[in-house]
């Protein structure tokens, strides 16, 4: 089947661009009505689970992704990998199912002994990505990055870090003299 869709992909290149069928620009500009298409389509199936409440679905699948490779890099190479996974839009319920992410038997002790300040790094992380969205969208103005708030989890630079530049915000509207920098 595979094979028989290759001949047929590599055939209508062919007749449709000539001698250009083999230049990638060439063929991204002709199946670019039929991306546009199919990403219109799965954005109307993504948002259709948002509004149902079955969107977590798709983000434990994501997540899930990271942690396989995460758990290989660890592994192989004893790096911890970690991360978030954010989700602006909540369901119905309120619930946007962003989560935090990670792999190593170090990450599982830290989820346990650090559920607090996880959870505000989730919150920080949505509040973070929601402002810079609503700025690259325009949306963005002082009044109302005036209450959006998030929590400094950062705990005061150790000496050893003295050479490393460490920043911890308590506010992410309209730079003011409160903020701790």
């Known amino acids: 089947w595979t094979k028989l869709l290759a001949e047929e992909h590599t055939k209508y290149c062919k007749d449709e661009l000539g001698d250009k069928w083999k230049e990638p620009d060439a063929v991204a500009e002709l199946f670019a009505p039929i991306v546009a298409w199919h990403k219109e389509k799965h954005r109307a199936y993504v948002d259709e689970m948002k509004v149902e409440g079955t969107f977590d679905k798709v983000v434990g699948k ?19 990998c970690f991360g978030f996974i954010v989700n602006l839009q909540p369901d119905h319920t309120g619930r946007t199912g962003t989560a935090m992410w990670g792999a190593t038997p170090a990450f599982e002790q830290m989820k346990i002994d650090e559920k607090d300040v996880i959870s505000r790094q989730i919150a ?47 506010h992410v509207g309209s730079p003011s003299k409160s903020a701790s920098r």
């Not at 490779?69 to 660890?74: E, V």
Request: proline content about 3%; aromatic content about 10%; hydrophobic content about 35%.
């Open 62 to 80: 994501a997540q899930h992704e990271f942690m396989r490779l995460g758990d290989m890099a660890y592994k192989y190479n004893g790096v911890h």
């Open 124 to 170: 920080n992380w949505e509040a973070l990505i929601r402002r810079a969205e609503m700025k690259l969208n325009g949306d963005s103005n002082e009044e109302a990055e005036k209450d959006l708030w998030i929590i400094n989890i950062a705990p005061s630079k150790p000496e050893r870090d003295h050479s490393r530049k460490v920043e911890s915000f308590t």
